[in-house]
């Protein structure tokens, strides 16, 4: 059974940081593409930063160089770097992945919150 279980969310004023981590069980992590989304109050949900099997990464255009995507295979677990928050980042993180030939997966997220 696929788990995703998703920490490191919380309250930050603007301009501070945040890493969430998505820890995975139930998955072959190597062959599992993996990403992060969030939905903010009222909006639909949106790709914030993925990342392959392989390493290669595509972000939301309002993130880049802000935010970093990366994997630790040791440990079956993805991370998500956030500096230079701001408000409207505000939103629940969620971890998604998505193991090859196999069905996706959602984490049952973790709010953050970025105050003005």
């Known amino acids: 059974q696929v788990q995703l279980v998703e920490s490191g969310g919380g309250f930050v004023q603007a301009g501070g940081s945040l890493r969430l981590s998505c820890a995975t069980s139930g998955i072959d992590f190597r062959i599992t593409e993996m990403a992060w989304y969030r939905q903010a109050p009222g909006k639909q949900r949106e790709l914030v930063a993925q990342i392959g099997n392989t390493g290669t990464t595509n972000y939301l255009e309002s993130v880049v160089g802000r935010f970093t995507i990366s994997r630790e295979r040791a440990k079956k677990t993805m991370n998500l770097e956030m500096n230079s928050l701001k408000p409207e980042d505000t939103g629940i993180y969620y971890c998604?992945?998505?193991?090859?030939?196999?069905?996706?997966?959602w984490g049952q997220g973790t709010q953050v919150t970025v105050s003005s």
């Open positions: 998604w992945a998505r193991p090859w030939r196999q069905p996706a997966s």
